[in-house]
């Protein structure tokens, strides 16, 4: 079945630093792909999408582009923000209509 | 505002005392679902509805019940409540089966932390 796998957390930025959060993932066709952030306390917000092969989603300075060679949506920022501290999920959507999601990074950014 | 409502918030309960959390959404979505999350294993679909009085199974569906007698309305009820039903549940809703397209995401609500004693 469809599958997410995310690079585990937490990971830990200085302000302005580069930020990648890995994103891979298993999946039969061509499946639409999202990051959702969650900010404490929060549920989840639509941070970004791709729905098919070369298409790069971004949004608030974070870009993911979908790599359909290597299985890949990963997320980048140039410069992170202390804002920016939460919880970042990747998710796809499979030909069963079903959202599958990853574990979640925890992000925190540090001034 | 367009919004999915979920209630409570925080409950703390004991073991096999039924409860109800309610999920409304304003958006007049078709597409309903609920979801639990825990640490380390991000978030599980529990059970979803494409429209009113159609509901399905998700990945984790076990101790769980739920209705859509309305649009707007999908309630998770828990019969009889366990220590492992503990976690953090999420209602959301789309106005296309989820985002069939990729189009149409997913919508949110803010969250209801259950524990079970």
């Known amino acids: 079945g469809d599958s997410v796998t995310q690079m585990e957390g937490p990971v830990t930025l200085s302000e302005e630093a580069f930020l990648t959060i890995n994103c891979t993932y298993t999946a039969t066709g061509y499946p639409s792909l999202f990051w959702y952030v969650q900010y404490p306390g929060e549920g989840l917000q639509l941070l970004l999408k791709?729905?098919?092969?070369?298409d790069k989603g971004s949004n608030k300075g974070f870009e993911a582009t979908y790599r359909k060679e290597t299985t890949s949506f990963h997320l980048e920022k140039g410069s992170v923000q202390v804002s920016d501290s939460a919880v970042y999920f990747c998710?796809?959507?499979?030909?069963?209509?079903?959202?599958?999601f990853g574990t979640g990074t925890r992000l925190q950014v540090t001034l | 505002e367009a919004q999915v409502t979920q209630n409570p918030r925080y409950l703390i309960t004991v073991t096999g005392k039924k409860l109800t959390v309610t999920c409304s959404q304003n958006?007049?979505?078709?597409?309903m679902s609920w979801y639990r999350q825990d640490p380390g294993l991000g978030l599980r679909q529990i059970y979803y509805?494409?429209?009113?009085?159609?509901?399905d199974k998700g990945d984790v569906p076990e101790g769980y019940k739920v209705s859509r007698k309305e649009k707007r309305n999908f309630p998770l009820i828990l019969e009889s409540p366990s220590p492992n039903q503990t976690s953090l549940y999420f209602c959301?809703?789309?106005?296309?089966?989820?985002?069939?397209?990729?189009?149409?995401?997913?919508?949110f609500g803010a969250g209801s932390r259950l524990t079970v004693l």
């Open positions: 998710a796809l959507l499979g030909t069963a209509s079903k959202l599958t």
């Open positions: 791709a729905t098919k092969a070369d």
């Open positions: 958006m007049n979505h078709e597409y």
């Open positions: 509805s494409m429209n009113v009085e159609v509901t």
């Open positions: 959301a809703s789309s106005n296309r089966r989820g985002g069939i397209s990729g189009a149409n995401v997913l919508t």
